[in-house]
Structures are given as C-alpha cells and as structure tokens.
C-alpha cells in the first residue's frame, strides 16, 4: 500500500512539474501567463503518467544513451495514444503538431520527442534521486495525510472536467442545431440571417463555464473534431472579449 501511495504521490509532483513546465514554455510565448493545465489544478498529468512510466520501465537501465532512447519511445507512445483517446472519448483535440516538421498526424513530432529524451535522462540521473529523497524527509504521518488529500482533490477535479467537456460538446451541438434552423427559417434575406447567427452565438457564448473558457483561451490548438467551425467562431469571440 505504501509503495502505490509514493506512486501516486510521485505522480501528483511530476504532474506540477510539468504544469510549471507548460506554463513557463507558453507564457513566455504568448507574452501573457497562460494556464496550461487541462484540469483545473495546477498539475499536467501526462508529465506525471510520463515520469511514473519511466521509472517504472527504465528503472534498471543504466546506459544514458539508452535510457535516451528508450525514455523518447516511451513518451511519445503515451503522448500518441492520450490524444488518440482523447479525440475517440471527447470527439476533440488538445494538440496539433501538424504544422511541424516529422510529425505523425499531428500527435507527436520530432522537437518533443527530443524533449521527452532529455527529460529521461534528467530524470534518471537528477530529479528523480532527488524526489526519493525528498519524500524519505516526510514524516510518515504527513505523508499519508497528503497523498489521501492529492487524491480527493485529483479525482474531484477529473470528474468537474470530465462534466464541463461532455457539457461543451451538447453546448456545440445545440449551438449548430440552433444556427441550422436559423438559416432554414430565414430565406434570402442574408444580412437578417448573418445578424441572427451572430445573436446566436453571442447567447451560447454567456453560456460557457468558466472552466469551458479557460480550456478554449488557453488551448488555441484545442478542436471539436464534429463542430470545428462553430467552435473557431466561439474562440474568436472570447479572444476579441479579451481584448
């Protein structure tokens, strides 16, 4: 039990890392602090699932050079499959690559493989040594208190997310059930139709929960694989509100 609970607390660390990560990387990008996380928390889970997963695979390898190679493969493997999974269960995308070079449809590409690679030996010879040792300082007591108290918040935050993005695709759906019967009731009258599809976004837009906004501001590359258009549309509203 003790050793699913360090897992898990190891998880929850390498997750905030890789936020912090995230954040610096698009914040300095965007001039602008950008929250990158796709919960609400300040945590990336890919970067903890990432780190536990080499860990785990790379625990007895000592080569760099292989561990190099091995930690790359590993990565980009999960990197593949999450957003192969997330566009199957949420009909959506939170990355696209497809605008750089040696990517593989648009889910990994050369320049992050090469940061996964890096970041397994880091991990190897660095940062994890140093998180063993740090959670060997944490009285027993304490530890046990923090991981119960990571994982309430975790799965309590997974299930708000979970609920606002299933909510985000009805919204879209409603919004183009909307817009359609717009344009059927309203016949060669373009301006009228143009103003009533503007009403009709500008009222769904007051509709987004704060945590639908966030995930649309912070995520430009984020797409609706079945409303694509109305979600652009949607995005370039909260971008000219933001202005």
């Known amino acids: 039990m003790l050793l ?27 001039k602008k602090f950008i929250n990158r996380g796709f919960l609400n928390g300040p945590y990336c889970p890919i970067y903890g699932a990432g780190a536990i997963l080499n860990i785990l695979a790379l625990n007895k390898v000592n080569n760099i050079f292989l561990v190099f190679i091995l930690g790359t493969c590993l990565n ?5 499959i999450t957003s192969y999974l997330l566009e199957k269960i949420f009909h959506a995308r939170w990355w696209d690559y497809s605008n750089r070079k040696f990517n593989i449809k648009g889910r990994i590409c050369l320049l ?5 690679g890096i970041f397994s030996v ?5 940062i994890h040594p140093f998180i063993i040792t740090l959670t060997s300082l944490i009285p027993n007591f304490l530890f046990h208190s923090l991981t119960i108290l990571f994982f309430i918040i975790f799965i309590i ?4 997310t979970l609920k606002g993005i299933l909510g985000l695709n009805k919204l879209l759906e409603e919004l183009a059930n909307n817009i359609e019967k717009a344009n059927k009731n309203i016949k060669n009258q373009v301006k009228s139709s143009v103003k009533t599809a503007k009403s009709i976004y500008e009222s769904f ?16 590359n984020f ?3 079945p409303y694509h258009q ?8 909260i971008i000219k509100e933001k202005k």
């Open 122 to 126: 880091l991990l190897k010879l660095y």
């Open 76 to 80: 980009c493997s999960l990197e593949y």
């Open 205 to 220: 837009n007051k509709r987004i929960t704060r945590q639908q906004h966030r995930i649309l501001s912070n995520f430009p």
């Open 157 to 160: 935050d997974c299930t708000i």
């Open 4 to 30: 699913i609970e360090k897992y898990f607390f190891w998880f929850i660390l390498y997750s905030l890392l890789g936020w912090i990560y995230e954040v610096i990387i698009c914040s300095i990008k965007a």
């Open 230 to 237: 109305l979600l652009e549309k949607l995005k370039s509203m």
């Open 112 to 116: 992050g493989a090469i940061v996964f």
């Open 223 to 225: 797409k609706s694989i």
